[in-house]
Structure formats: structure tokens, C-alpha cells
């Protein structure tokens, strides 16, 4: 009874958090922070699943293939949803000097108070990862194509690998954090630890969010691109262990399945991916392996932290007194003579360095869109560092993503700075500004801006003009530090234009609701990068032609590697020519054109636009008749016309091989930054 | 030149806390304000700041009702709530610098306030630790000082001497004394008796959100024929028998059945 009642009151207290209105109701913090982890694991679950329901007939191995890209993102997923939660309650993982207060003073011992607090924090892990993982487990019964013969033992197996290894990869990543904290309290002790605390957890944050986010973009050819390639990478990269374990646990199902007809277009896909596959099996073996020893030392490392640092009840850690330095005068000297001379301007600067260096609510809303700018940079630049064909001292030759990138970061980071200023540092503090406040705002206003300026905008800029006056060399960097600065300063003035709330203060949601704001912006966020990574190509598309045409987005390029391929095919036998000689004839003068046409397309973009509509068709719709060879001549006959095929090849290809949407403006834009430089090497003659 | 309550009202969901309260405290006055707990003190004293908006009745300073000008009241008001709210990340020091700026103080007479004013509270060992790690009696120090940097007209300190040490206490005695001299308005609300009846000119108690006296100590002695105020607001606020009461509670706490 009295266990039951000290895991309530830990449970409880894991929902006094920053983030959460102290008058909120308990249970409508619960139901909507469990509702929001079911809806956006369902949705997740959804959009795998989509092309698996509704999509042409997927053979076996290409079924295995693809799940290994699915597997992959849900072990990643459930791994960081459970390390984010972790680094949530980072101080309420712990017993703390609240609860000595508390329960020191009764008549429990030490050893019951430990035990019922690790006992709820095993629960709270164990209820998120239940939640989290529980409807993309049960979705596991309809992600296998409905045409393959797979037995009702067989999705049953899938269905409970899939769970064990999702609330594996769960568990191994809320004790990683767990790990990682009490480890480090017990290596350097209570009092150290708590001035280490914050910037850990702020550093975590970043990471964990940065990586979320990049998630869905990044989980695409998990086979080719890590498992087939071996090497440290591979083996570091904690979700492919539990991918391994997952394929050791159930990959037979599927791979095992009798190979029928499938349709002509994915014979040589469907080899390949078998035989890639099935070539990995040492891997997945290797792999799982990995994953139980690291789930085990882990989860032996934590307890044992855990366990050393419970050994008496905390007492309270006195930060130590913080007396102004030299330096500390000089810089109070500076703000108060040159950068902020009225006492309001100068109120508002030093409170709000103070608030957001101090205060947990305020730095988890700036490492949260420190992570979503790094997250954008990222997305955005897809790995266009400058290379051997960019030149450091011209801005023209610099990829346009390079350049925008500080843009998104700035614009991210002033965001999460707004975000920050309307929660309030202290609320029952609040009645400070209520008694001393003067009623002008603007002075006051303006030293917080200073501050989030100088704080927020020059470190980032700095960060920024480092990385640049490497890649682009000094003079840019520095006129690209200038343009951060104009855009900051106008985007600081942009984002508090209609702002006529004092900051820090008010105002605070006064019902007895979850602040929807950061929920909300959460959903939208995973929502959004989903919808964008859908958009990039389910994985049909990746296996079906992805592979085949790579996954560069520019027309002109992707056209001319279907034709590469098509030759490639045309010369290894992949593909077997009826009249080869027209067929080569017309690729090879298709190919000479590829030259002009990559140079030229910068000029078109309207041309471009209609073409990529056309191409595709009327390349494939010219008169070469194809059939595509077999991976197993005594199963598939050559019994279909010719003709057949290549028009399924053509709608097959028409319906992939086009820019993405969001490309389209992009491209635009490139095609104007090229008709300068064409522009500007026309100038001298 | 003063602050009065006239017919203060306040309703919280229909329960009135305050019901009809009405006093003056005059410049150069220090008015004790007593009362059980819950009888309605800390809702009058928040109405009387301004923090809080009366169900009727209003608030007057110098004959203006507060809620026409609330900002230029609060230049001229001080006030200690019942509540030491700080901002717990912040050392004393950086607290006063806040509420000095935001009086918009000049910065060389603030500094000089904050470092003497910590000096006779005897808070300069810890003025730079954080807030958060001070006891009871050093954070309601905090707001003592917070509420006299802008040298305010008038004082609503409600239990300002809840967790003081018995020294700190006395000093507060004797500022709230000399600042009526120097024309201030106090209106002083405490549990201490002894206090309020050495330090106050006047004392209003309330009782179940009623005022139910008004007048000098001496007088209400005279009136009420006892020899000291503790006796005078046992009769006047407390319905049973102190002793009694206490035998009981006694008896259930020794209760093992």
C-alpha cells in the first residue's frame, strides 16, 4: 500500500513540468500528451503503411528490402521519442532535495523510497514506449502487402517482433539518457553535476530534436546505404542493431515466401533486392547481437549508476555565489553606458540574459529551435558543401541552400527567442513587474531584443561566419555575416512589431488547459517534415526507381540517367533490345544532346516546366520495342508482347521521374542565379 | 494625504471574503490591520495595492480612486505581500537592480541604496547567492528592501515579519515608526500583537471580512476594559475558549484507537 502510494506521488510529480501549467487538470495533461503521442505514431504508421495497402503488387524481396527502411525509422523513432521523453524529466529521474523535504522526515526507509522511485520512472518508460509503439505494432499486420501468401504464424511473428524490437530500441534509448546522467552525477559528483546539468540537457536537446526531425528524410536505403557498405558507420548507428535483431527475429517470414510473377517492370528489381537482401543475413545476425549486448551493458551501467548515486537522500546543492569579477563590472559598464543607458532598456536586457540562461522553460524552447534550424539547414543544403567545382571567393558559385541556410537558422532561432519571451520566468514572481512597472513599454521592450541580439543572434552569426570563412573564404563569410545582421535585426523587429506583452511576465494561459502552444507546434513540426519526406518518395518509389535513377531531383539529370541506365541495361543484358541497332542509335544521339542540355536548362525554366510532363512519354513512347529480362527464365515465359511492356515502363516512369513540387521555385531561382553567370561570362566578349 | 478603503467588497464565486471594509490611514500614520486567519487581511491588502480588482467599493489615494491611474499609485506605493514571490534564479542583488530599474532609478543612487540597505538587513554575505537558496526570513528581507528603494508615500506590509528573526523584528518596529514620522502612510498587518500594539497608531481589526474595530489601542483597552490588545482581540474575533480548544486538540492527537 504504501509503495503503491509513494509510485502515485512519483508519478504524479513527473507531470509538474515547465512546460505544463501548474493549474492544469492532471488528467487532461495526461490524455492529451498520451493522445498525442498515439496520433503521431498512428500517423506514422499510416503513411508507411499507405504504399504497402494501396500500391501496386510488391514481390518479396523487394518487400524485404523496403521494410528494412521502415524498421530502421521505427526503431530510430521509438529510440528518440523515449530518449526526448527522458531528457523531458531529466531532473525528475532522479530523487531530489524535494523529496528529502518531503519524505525524508517520515518513517520510510531509504531503500523503499528508492526502490518506488525507480520504480515509477520505470513505469513512466514503460507506459510512453507502450503508447508510443503500440499502434504502429498493430499496424504491423497490414504493412505486409496483401497479395503475399504470408500465414497468419507469420504475422503474428512479424507483428511481435516488431513490438519487442520497437520497446527494445524504446528502452535503450530512455536508458542511454538515463545512463548518461546518472553515470556523469556519479563520476563528478552532486554539486558539479548541477552547474553541468543545464548544458547537457540543452545539448541533448538539440541533438535528439535535430536528429527526430531528420529522421524521415533520412531513413531511405537503409540496405544500400549502410548495411551494404559495412564499416564503423554502420556498426555505430544504434537503430540498425535493432533492425539486425528485428531481421534475426522475423526477416524469414517474408524472404522466404515463394517467388511468383510479378509484374515485368520489377523483375530485375526484385532479383536484385533479393539477392542484396539475403546477402546482408550475416549482418542482421552481427547486428542483433549488438543490439542485446548494448541493451544489457546499458541497462547494467544505469541501474549501477543509479543505484551509487541512491545511496543517501540528496540534500539541497547551493549554487555558489556569483560575485562580479573585473570583468563582470566591465561588461555592467559597457551596457550601462553604451548599449543600454536608460534604467527600463538596461531592466529588460540584464533580465532577460538572466532568464534565459537560468530558467529551464526558456532554454528548452531555444534548444528546441536551435535543433529545428539545424534541422532546416540541413534538409535544405542535402549535402551541398562547397566542392571541386565551387569557387570560394565568388557568391555566384556558392549552392544556394549554403546561403540560405543562415537565413533559417536566424529565423528558427529568433522564433524560438519569441517563444521563450511569452513564457513567463517566474508567474507567482509576476507581481514584481505588477508593482514596479512604469506602463512603458517600448524602453523596456527594446533592451530585450538587445539581448536576445547579442546573445542569440551573434553567437549563432559567429558559429556560422566560422563554418562559412572556411567553405567561402573570409571576405565572404564576412559579407555574409553583414547580411545576417541586417536580417536579424529585421526579423527581431518582424517578430515583436505587434508584441505588447512584457516579457518573462505575461501573459499565461489562465485556464486550467495543457499550453497547447508547444503540443500543437510539435505535431505540426513531425506532421509537416513527414508530409515532405513522404513527398520525396514513398518507398515503392525509392526501390522501384529510385534505385534506378538515383535520387537527384533536377529533370535534366534524372533524364539523363534513365537513359544511362537504360544503356547500361541495353550493354549488360539487363534489358534485350528487339531492333537494338535503332534503339542504340536513338539513346546515343540522346545522350551527345545531354551536354547542351544540361547547360541550357538553367535558361528554360518554362520549357523545363512543360517537359516534365513530356519527356518521360515521348522518350519511351519512341518506337523501340523492350522486354525485360528474367530472373528465373522457367517462371516467366516470354509470352507478353514487347510493346506491352514498354508502355508500362513509360506510365511507370512518367509517374515517378518529375521535380518534386517544391523543387519547381527552387529551380527557378537556380535558373536565374546561372542566366547571371551566363550573363556576366558574356560581359567581357 | 492617504490611502482609503470604502466600502471594499469582494466576492470570490459568490462567497463574499470581504464584505464591507472601510478604514483610512492617514500620512504619518502607522495603522495596524488585525485578524484571524481567513477573516480577509491579505484580500483587503491586495485591493488596497491594486493587484487586485473589488467586487464594489473602491480604493482611494489623496482622494483619487487607484484604478484611474494604477501606474502612477505604484510609483508612490510599497508594499510587502504576505507571499515572499521572488524570482528564485536571481541573487538579491540582480532582484533590487530589477525592481530599481523598472522604478527607473537612476543607477548610481541605486546602487548606492541596494548595497546599504543589504548592509543594515544584514544581507551582504548572501547578496549574491541565488534567492531560491535563502531561508524564509531573508527572502521577505528581499521584499522589505524591494518595497522601500523608490522611497514610497505609502506602506501596505502584510505580515512582513513572518519567518524575521527576533532582532530583524525589532528593527522593523522601529523603521515602521520613524518612516510614519517621516510622513509616510503604514498600514501593517501582522499575527504579533506585541508588535502592532507598540508600533501602531491606530488599529483596525477585521473579522469574517467585517471590520469590527476601529480605533487608537488605548481606546479600544478603555472600551473593551482589558489590559492589553491580546485580550482585547480575544474578544472581540475569538468565539471559543482558547484553553479549551487547545485540551482538545490534545486529545485527538493522542488518540491510538
Known amino acids: ?685 | 494625504m492617504g490611502l482609503e478603503a470604502r466600502h471594499l467588497v469582494k466576492r470570490f464565486f459568490g462567497t463574499a471574503v470581504v464584505s464591507d471594509v472601510s478604514f483610512e490611514v492617514r500620512a504619518g500614520e502607522v495603522v495596524g490591520y488585525l485578524g484571524p486567519n481567513g477573516s480577509g487581511k491579505s484580500t483587503t491588502a491586495k485591493m488596497l495595492t491594486g493587484l487586485l480588482e473589488t467586487s464594489a467599493g473602491a480604493v482611494l489615494f489623496d482622494g483619487q480612486d487607484i484604478a484611474l491611474d494604477p501606474v502612477a499609485f505604484h510609483r508612490r506605493l510599497g508594499y510587502v505581500p504576505e507571499e515572499p514571490n521572488l524570482y528564485t534564479f536571481q541573487s538579491a542583488i540582480e532582484y533590487l537592480e530589477l525592481v530599481g530599474r523598472l522604478r527607473e532609478l537612476p543607477p548610481a543612487l541605486l546602487t548606492r541604496k541596494i548595497g546599504a540597505l543589504l548592509e543594515l538587513f544584514g544581507l551582504s554575505p548572501a547578496a549574491n547567492q541565488d534567492i531560491g537558496s535563502y531561508s524564509k526570513g531573508m527572502k521577505q528581507k528581499v521584499m522589505i528592501i524591494a518595497a522601500l528603494l523608490h522611497d514610497p508615500d505609502v506602506l501596505v506590509l502584510d505580515e512582513p515579519d513572518s519567518g524575521l528573526d527576533v532582532a530583524a523584528t525589532l528593527v522593523l518596529r522601529q523603521l515602521l515608526i520613524a518612516l510614519a514620522r517621516r510622513g509616510k502612510a503604514v498600514l501593517y498587518s501582522s499575527h504579533i500583537l506585541e508588535l502592532v500594539e507598540k508600533a501602531c497608531d491606530r488599529v483596525v481589526v477585521i473579522h469574517r471580512g467585517n471590520v469590527v474595530a476601529d480605533d487608537t489601542v488605548e481606546a479600544l483597552q478603555r472600551l473593551m476594559s482589558r489590559g492589553s490588545l491580546e485580550e482585547v482581540f480575544s474578544q472581540l474575533v475569538l468565539r471559543a475558549d482558547p484553553e479549551r480548544t487547545a485540551a482538545d486538540i490534545a486529545d485527538v492527537v493522542a488518540d491510538h484507537a
Not at chain 1, 499486420?141 to 512479424?158: C, D, E, I, Q, Y
Request: proline fraction near 5%; hydrophobic fraction near 50%.
Open chain 1, 1 to 685: 500500500m504504501r509503495d503503491r502510494l509513494l509510485i502515485r506521488h512519483f508519478l504524479w510529480r513527473f507531470l509538474e513540468h515547465d512546460l505544463i501549467s501548474p493549474n492544469a487538470d492532471r488528467h487532461v495533461v495526461l490524455s492529451a500528451l498520451g493522445g498525442t503521442l498515439v496520433a503521431v505514431s498512428g500517423f506514422m504508421a499510416f503513411l508507411i503503411a499507405t504504399p504497402y495497402v494501396f500500391g501496386n503488387l510488391m514481390p518479396p524481396g523487394m518487400v524485404s528490402l523496403s521494410s528494412l527502411d521502415d524498421r530502421f525509422l521505427f526503431t530510430s523513432a521509438s529510440m528518440l521519442v523515449m530518449a526526448l521523453v527522458a531528457v523531458a524529466q531529466w531532473d525528475a529521474l532522479a530523487l531530489d532535495a524535494r523529496d528529502t523535504g518531503a519524505l525524508g522526515v517520515l518513517p520510510i526507509p531509504l531503500a523503499v523510497i528508492v526502490r518506488t522511485k525507480f520504480a515509477a520512472v520505470a513505469l513512466l518508460a514503460i507506459g510512453v514506449a507502450v503508447v508510443w509503439n503500440l499502434t504502429p505494432t498493430f499496424f504491423r499486420f497490414v504493412t505486409v502487402p496483401a497479395k503475399l501468401p504470408v500465414s497468419l504464424v507469420g504475422l503474428v511473428t512479424l507483428t511481435l517482433a516488431h513490438g519487442v524490437v520497437t520497446l527494445a530500441a524504446g528502452a535503450f534509448g530512455f536508458l542511454s539518457v538515463l545512463g548518461l546522467r546518472e553515470g556523469m552525477s556519479a563520476i563528478v559528483g552532486p554539486a558539479r553535476f548541477r552547474r553541468i546539468s543545464a548544458a547537457l540537457q540543452a545539448a541533448l536537446l538539440v541533438a535528439l530534436v535535430t536528429a527526430s526531425l531528420l529522421l524521415p528524410g533520412a531513413h531511405a536505403g537503409v540496405a544500400r546505404n549502410w548495411l551494404a557498405q559495412g564499416g564503423l558507420a554502420a556498426s555505430a548507428l544504434p537503430p540498425l542493431w535493432f533492425v539486425g535483431l528485428h531481421e534475426t527475429l522475423a526477416g524469414s517470414v517474408i524472404d522466404t515466401l515463394p517467388r511468383t510473377s510479378p509484374p515485368r517492370y520489377y523483375v530485375v528489381a526484385e532479383r536484385d533486392a533479393t539477392d542484396l537482401y539475403r546477402s546482408l543475413w550475416p549482418r542482421y545476425h552481427e547486428l542483433a547481437w549488438v543490439a542485446i549486448a548494448a541493451l544489457a551493458i546499458v541497462g547494467v551501467v544505469t541501474t549501477a549508476a543509479c543505484m551509487w548515486n541512491s545511496r543517501r537522500l540528496p540534500v539541497p546543492v547551493v549554487r555558489r555565489a556569483h560575485k562580479d569579477g573585473a570583468a563582470g563590472r566591465a561588461w555592467k559598464w559597457i551596457v550601462g553606458h553604451v548599449v543600454a543607458r536608460t534604467s527600463l532598456r538596461q531592466a529588460g536586457f540584464f533580465f532577460t540574459l538572466q532568464t534565459l540562461s537560468r530558467q529551464v522553460s526558456q532554454r528548452v524552447a531555444l534548444a528546441s529551435s536551435l535543433a529545428v534550424g539545424l534541422s532546416l539547414m540541413l534538409i535544405t543544403a542535402r549535402g551541398q558543401v562547397l566542392g571541386p567545382g565551387h569557387n570560394a571567393g565568388d557568391v555566384t558559385s556558392v549552392p544556394l541552400p549554403l546561403l540560405a541556410g543562415q537565413s533559417l537558422l536566424l529565423a528558427s532561432v529568433l522564433s524560438g527567442f519569441r517563444r521563450a519571451v511569452r513564457i513567463p520566468a517566474e508567474l507567482r514572481a509576476s507581481t514584481t513587474f505588477s508593482l514596479a512597472w512604469a506602463g512603458n513599454l517600448t524602453p523596456y521592450m527594446s533592451g530585450v531584443t538587445l539581448a536576445g541580439w547579442i546573445a542569440l543572434v551573434l553567437p549563432t552569426l559567429g558559429g556560422l561566419f566560422i563554418w562559412h570563412a572556411t567553405v567561402l573564404g573570409t571576405r565572404l563569410a564576412a559579407f555574409h555575416f553583414g547580411v545576417g545582421l541586417a536580417l536579424s535585426a529585421l526579423l527581431m523587429e518582424t517578430l515583436f512589431l505587434r508584441y505588447r506583452r512584457v516579457p518573462f511576465v505575461s501573459p499565461y494561459i489562465p485556464s486550467s488547459e495543457l499550453r497547447p502552444h508547444g503540443v500543437a507546434s510539435a505535431a505540426v513540426l513531425v506532421f509537416v517534415s513527414f508530409a515532405l519526406a513522404w513527398l520525396r518518395g514513398s518507398p515503392q518509389l525509392q526501390i522501384s526507381c529510385g534505385q534506378r535513377l538515383g535520387e537527384d531531383d533536377d529533370l535534366s539529370r534524372v533524364h539523363a540517367e534513365v537513359l544511362d541506365d537504360v544503356v547500361d541495361g541495353l550493354k549488360h543484358g539487363h534489358v534485350v533490345s528487339l531492333n537494338g541497332t535503332r534503339g542504340e542509335q536513338r539513346l546515343g544521339t540522346e545522350l551527345a544532346k545531354h551536354g547542351v542540355g544540361l547547360r541550357e536548362r538553367g535558361l528554360q525554366p518554362r520549357e523545363k516546366l512543360a517537359r516534365r510532363e513530356l519527356m518521360p512519354l515521348v522518350e519511351f513512347l519512341l518506337t523501340v520495342p523492350l522486354h525485360g529480362s528474367v530472373a528465373d527464365a522457367a517462371n516467366y515465359p516470354l509470352a507478353h508482347i514487347a510493346a506491352q511492356v514498354q508502355q508500362q515502363v513509360a506510365d511507370a516512369v512518367r509517374r515517378f521521374v518529375r521535380p518534386r513540387p517544391d523543387l519547381l521555385v527552387a529551380e527557378m531561382l537556380e535558373a536565374l542565379r546561372y542566366f547571371r553567370q551566363v550573363i556576366r561570362q558574356e560581359e567581357p566578349a
